[in-house]
């Protein structure tokens, strides 16, 4: 999923502007609220271009070294007047790791100790480093580097979010929307012999393609039409995780899961683009959910 380029939108996090109401406007990399518009930063913010900043190397570099240039999104709250600004890494390949997160990591140990990112498993597992990699929202843990040394890597944080600092992502907005789906199992009636709730192996399968995302947030912050109605469109991450339990056999709450998306915003702002389908790190396809959720609500 690293290499695919869409061929009419690239997914950059300094294209298009957020629009957000300036009284609303904070950082969430402090404690205390503040008044000042400037102290909030969007990953659409334009930053200040690579030609315009310094390169910092490596401390030592090999004579016969692969020298590849890693361009950075920097921001920190603790100058919140100053724009944000792409920051360049040289790193030899021969001494980093085959994937993102190895020259993230490598940056941050031997190089900027400043650069601030998030990550934890290391695997495509917990979703902590989902970042906008040239152009592609995917897992900073799952993206090869290419080995093309003549390309010159950029990396921003999730498009069309506010950001807390670098390439970390405010997702407060995005965990508040999944909190109100509700995402577990409600049921009233307990089964007959009061063990576990049991489902055949065909209803089982109906959960596969679904069960299986992360909430990394790659395909919400893909999609135009979160980008403009965030605080409204549920967005393909929500919306799947919402089917993954409107076709749970084993839950009683159907009917109220249904009313909660039978509104103009929730579920409707979905437009079939399929930006979240193509981007998504672990070959899910939000897209379909989606289109599942609405024919279940054309014929119910």
């Known amino acids: 999923m690293a290499a695919f380029r869409p061929s009419t939108v690239r997914l950059l996090a300094c294209t ?3 629009f957000r109401s300036p009284l609303a406007t904070r950082t969430y990399a402090t404690v205390e609220p503040t008044s000042k518009v400037g102290d909030a930063i969007s990953a659409s ?3 200040v271009p690579p ?3 310094s390169t910092i190397p490596e401390p030592t570099h090999s004579p016969e070294g692969k020298i590849k240039t890693f361009h950075i999104y920097r921001w920190s709250p603790d100058t919140p007047t100053e724009k944000p600004r792409m920051q360049s890494y040289t790193l030899d ?4 790791g085959p994937m993102m997160l190895d020259a993230l990591i490598r940056i941050k140990n031997e190089v900027d100790p400043t ?7 290391r695997e495509g597992i917990c979703g902590s480093c989902a970042m906008n990699i040239d152009g592609v929202n995917t897992l900073a843990c799952l993206c090869r580097i290419p080995t093309n040394t003549s390309h010159e890597a950029r990396i921003y944080p ?3 979010t506010y950001v807390v600092k670098d390439l970390v992502p405010d ?6 929307q999944y909190k109100s789906i509700k995402p577990y199992l409600q049921r009233e009636s307990k089964t007959e012999d009061g063990l576990e709730n049991r489902q055949s192996p065909a209803d089982r399968k109906k959960l596969d393609g679904l069960y299986e995302c992360i909430l990394c947030a790659c395909c919400s912050t893909s999609c135009p039409s979160y980008w403009w109605n965030s605080h409204e469109y549920l ?3 929500v919306l799947l995780q919402s089917y993954r339990w409107l076709v749970d056999s084993r839950d009683e709450h159907k009917e109220e899961r249904k009313a909660a998306l039978d509104n103009s915003m929730s579920l409707y702002r979905c437009h079939t683009i399929l930006n979240c389908s193509r981007t998504c790190p672990k070959g899910l396809n939000p897209g379909k959910a989606i289109a599942e959720i609405k024919k279940t609500m054309a014929f119910s």
């Open 158 to 160: 999730l498009p069309h």
């Open 45 to 47: 913010q334009h930053p």
């Open 115 to 121: 650069l601030t990112f998030r990550r934890s498993c």
């Open 93 to 96: 390949l021969n001494k980093t």
């Open 16 to 18: 298009r502007p957020v």
């Open 51 to 53: 030609k315009d900043t």
């Open 235 to 237: 967005g393909p991450a």
């Open 171 to 176: 997702l407060t907005q995005f965990y508040k």
